[in-house]
């Protein structure tokens, strides 16, 4: 009998042993390619585990049809622009077997929000907070090695989400069942090696299978 395979995309710097990794960073590649691993932008943050491998999910996972029983991805899906984002989430539907489990964790516009009209109230700065909060405007425009840094970087979020708006794109994407979750509630103890506590903070948190989100 076959191992499971799980699978997490959007891993950046947490890739534990047990599930296939991908990030589409290409800082994965300038760290181990010989020669570009000494530029210095190569050098700048910590280098990626060598669990982790370079891949994007917008343009394929080299993961066969069917054949994943567990997906996860951790504030991923928001760094992507809305047609990107769909086109992640029929890959995912892809690789998912039936009756397995896709478990995905991103920012909640909808708290952002409640929480800008609440600060609105006696803070004047609260659009700048609530801007900061989003990550989709510039405080600073890049120059020098941090523009060219920037031209490798999804670290800007394009397209933000709430439950509902996110559950219409699953089903477009062909899920069926599907809920809201919560910090390691699921049935499966292997989504407990990637999820991490602080991405699941005013989050919004939904669990999704091929005929299944849980």
Known sequence: ???????????GLCGPPGWLNYDASPMILLQRTPGLNLLPLARRGAPYPKTVRFGDVVRGLPVKSGTADLIYCSH???????????????ETHRMLKAGGTFRAVLPDIRYLCE???????TDPAAAVTFIRE???GLAETPRGLAKLRSLFSRS?????WDYPAMELELR???????????????????????????????????????????
């Open 115 to 121: 929480e800008y009209l609440r600060q609105a109230a």
């Open 156 to 160: 800007f979020h394009h397209w933000m």
């Open 134 to 136: 989003t990550h989709m």
């Open 1 to 11: 009998m076959d191992a499971p395979l799980h699978v997490q995309y959007g891993a």
């Open 76 to 90: 991923t899906l928001e760094h992507l622009a809305l047609a990107d984002c769909r086109t992640a989430l029929r």
């Open 172 to 214: 477009a994407a062909g899920f069926r069942t599907i809920r809201p979750a919560r910090y390691q509630d699921s049935v499966h103890a292997a989504f407990r090696d990637v999820e991490e506590p602080h991405r699941w903070e005013h989050a919004l948190a939904s669990r999704r299978s091929n005929n299944r989100w849980r």
